[in-house]
């Protein structure tokens, strides 16, 4: 792994002003129960650390405004929000259920339980490496970055 002693800060300049929202990096959620109106969450940036002699268990952070607003834009409610995703530790949703492990080729892994019904293995515990290999091959884009937030939090 190149550059392991290195601490990489990604941070991605999002101002997210409710006239100037880039679509690109919000993820849409739904209605707030309260309140009724709209909700979305707004990629503020990520933090990456990589593998350190200190640190073994390096972090990667998303960092996510939680928004609802009204049908003309304005936003009434903006709450920090986020999670993280620590090498070594298995990846879970933002309700605590453990994700799914996937194979080499991103596909969930199944295997039969006892009535002979296909079930996802639970344990994911690759999640970190898997984003630094994506970064340090070229394949880490907005899309991949969304999809993350989407399994996290649980929207379709």
Do not use: C
């Amino acid at each position: 792994m190149k550059n392991l002693f290195i601490l990489i800060l990604i941070t991605l300049a999002l101002t997210a002003k409710a006239q100037d929202i880039s679509t690109d990096w919000t993820i849409e959620n739904g209605v707030d129960s309260v309140t009724m109106l709209n909700k979305r969450y707004v990629v503020d940036a990520y933090t990456i650390q990589v593998l350190r002699p200190n640190n073994q268990h390096p972090k990667i952070t998303v960092h996510l405004r939680e928004q609802i607003y009204t049908p003309n834009g304005a936003v009434v409610e903006d709450e920090t929000a986020g999670y993280q995703v620590v090498k070594g530790k298995a990846r879970t949703h933002y309700d605590g259920t453990l994700m799914p492990k996937l194979d080499s080729l991103g596909q969930v892994v199944y295997t039969t339980d006892s009535l002979g019904n296909q079930v996802p293995v639970l344990g994911r515990y690759d999640s970190y490496e898997r984003v630094i290999y994506s970064l340090e091959n070229g394949l880490f884009t907005k899309q991949v970055a969304i999809q993350g937030i989407k399994e996290y939090y649980k929207i379709e």
